[in-house]
T-cell receptor, first 114, second 113 residues
Framework: SAVISQKPSRDICQRGTSLTIQCQVD?????MFWYRQQPGQSLTLIATANQGSEATYESGFVIDKFPISRPNLTFSTLTVSNMSPEDSSIYLC???????????FGDGTRLSIL | GENVEQHPSTLSVQEGDSAVIKCTYS??????FPWYKQELGKRPQLIID?????GEKKDQRIAVTLNKTAKHFSLHITETQPEDSAVYFC????????????FGTGTSLTVIP
């Protein structure tokens, strides 16, 4: 399966600042997704990163807070904007094919907000 | 959207015993159901999946069953080993959503040597 590199692996940030997380895949993939996993919790889908167009956000997530880019079929970024302690979480990117295909996850970015 | 419930939230078994984790989903049109294992501090990894045209799938000690009428699916692990200890997540994927996954709340499995 594809090799997925996510950067940074962890960061500690001040409230009110923004952080951009990168997800790089070693081969072209159809679908890329961003998830949030709060401590001890499940994975919650933030959005589908669409190549060449605006991301598709899930209920409860908005573009102003979580802007996403996907300039090509191997790369995507997620920005967490104007961070607060409630944004402390693990953010994971995943890649997959079209319908009925598994997704494979990056190692995640562990984000702590002070 | 799709809502997936998962039970139990924690499960402890003796080494060599079987473990069963159950999930229910709300969208009857969902047609793809993967299971992931997440060890502490690691990424979720796919262990098995099943599509709606199949009732059961097995891979060595792991099996998944699907009951579309009742909208539930289960993970069965036989002859459990300490390395099976992890958090397991089920997910459902409705059609026409671009292969989006909606995850259950997770089951923390502990296998006692």
């Amino acid at each position: 399966s594809a090799v997925i590199s996510q950067k940074p692996s962890r960061d500690i940030c001040q409230r009110g600042t923004s952080l951009t997380i990168q997800c790089q895949v070693d081969s072209q993939v159809t679908m890329m997704f961003w998830y949030r996993q709060q401590p001890g919790q499940s994975l919650t889908l933030i959005a589908t990163a669409n190549q060449g167009s605006e991301a598709t956000y899930e209920s409860g997530f908005v573009i102003d807070k979580f802007p996403i880019s996907r300039p090509n079929l191997t790369f995507s970024t997620l920005t967490v904007s104007n961070m607060s302690p409630e944004d402390s979480s693990i953010y994971l990117c995943s890649v997959g094919g079209e319908r009925d295909q598994p997704q494979h996850f990056g190692d995640g970015t562990r984000l702590s907000i002070l | 959207g799709e809502n997936v419930e998962q039970h139990p939230s924690t499960l402890s078994v003796q080494e060599g015993d079987s473990a069963v984790i159950k999930c229910t989903y709300s969208d009857s049109a969902s047609n793809y159901f993967p299971w992931y294992k997440q060890e502490l501090g690691k990424r979720p990894q796919l262990i098995i999946d099943i599509r709606s045209n199949v009732g059961e799938k097995k891979d060595q000690r792991i099996a998944v069953t699907l009951n579309k009428t009742a909208k539930h699916f289960s993970l069965h692990i036989t002859e459990t080993q300490p390395e099976d200890s992890a958090v397991y997540f089920c997910a459902a994927s409705p059609p026409n959503t671009g292969n989006q996954f909606y995850f259950g709340t997770g089951t923390s499995l502990t296998v006692i040597p």
